[in-house]
């Protein structure tokens, strides 16, 4: 890989899962100009507004624009987002992103949830003709949209919760990440909650039967599976909500690698996410989540076209289990999506 390549960071967003885009972005930034390149972090909402210098100089910038981020312990206030910018537009994008993306030579996306994993920005730059790290934008939209990706996971025979009304039931909406919006019921009064509390993110929701065993994630890169990860609740009843992903301590989820499955388990997994990745046309990168039941058998949940990506992320770890630690995960998946 040519060490000389100038590549746009996209991160932040205006999305619920903005803190958690923060994080990843600013850590791939920093990872990327570790190993020489000349790596740029740029909020996609916010953009280069606080920028005075020449465009194409921004490359140059000895800290690369990365600012100092973490994962706060609720959800972003997007009103308040949207109170910090300069900018005054409706416009999801800010001062001269598209215009720095242009100049770059790969755009790596650091984006989570609404305007990032949905195709839309995957469309922007394919019109540009610049080159972006994921899938395209057709896949991404499919696995966002999660109605249209079951009817898709069913027609290849693969197994999904079916999303009708019952109880127990898990009520999401089509285009949710990082459990915001997601809701566990298992009484007719927690249903009704949920349904109206999830039309505050998205008057499109699914309510799918609530299937009970282990949850496992599947990474996946360049179109295999890497090490399965086993996800536990720190509270069954909640699940593995926000809090419990990004939070340390008691309220933290517990993420065993490798998963303690069986071997033949662990091969039945990942030849169902190389599957599930290849019928939705994902490429690149992703992760495929899981319950495998009493009975052994594996149900897909969904697929995340662009996880999490802090040096702590699930595909980072499953990946270091293989021989490749954080910066060149970085660097490998900017090769795969270039090649």
Known sequence: MDKAMKIVVLGGGLST??????????????ALRSL?????????????????????????IPDGLCPKAEIAHSEPNLDEVKALRKFKSKSKLGKNVLEACSLADCVFLGLHGVDGEDGKIQAALDLLGVP???SGHLGSALAMEKDFAKAVMSNYGIATPPYTDCAPCVVKTVDGGSSIGTY??????ELKNALNDVKKYNSRY????????????????GGKALTPIEIV????????????????????????????????????????AEKV?????????????????????????????????????????????EGLDYPHLCEKILELSIN
């Open 17 to 30: 899962e903005r803190h958690v885009s923060l994080v990843s972005a600013t850590s791939v930034c920093k």
């Open 36 to 60: 020489g390149y000349k790596a740029v972090f740029i909020d996609m909402y916010l953009g280069l507004e606080n920028y005075d210098g020449k465009l194409e100089d921004v490359f140059n």
């Open 132 to 134: 972006y790290t994921g």
């Open 184 to 189: 566990i019921c298992r009484t007719e009064s």
């Open 206 to 221: 699914i309510i799918e039967k609530l299937i009970s065993g282990i949850e496992i994630t599947v990474p996946m890169l």
């Open 233 to 272: 609740p720190p509270n069954k009843i909640k699940g593995f909500d926000y809090v419990s992903k990004y939070q340390s301590g008691s309220e933290a989820a517990q993420e065993i690698c490798p998963a303690r499955i069986s071997k033949e388990q662990e091969n039945m997994i990942r030849s169902l």
């Open 277 to 321: 990745n290849e019928s939705l046309g994902i490429k690149v990168v992703s992760r495929t989540d899981f319950i495998i039941d009493s009975d052994g058998k594996a149900w897909c949940l969904e697929v995340n076209t662009l996880p999490g990506m802090t040096p702590n992320s699930l595909i980072p770890r499953s990946a270091k289990l």
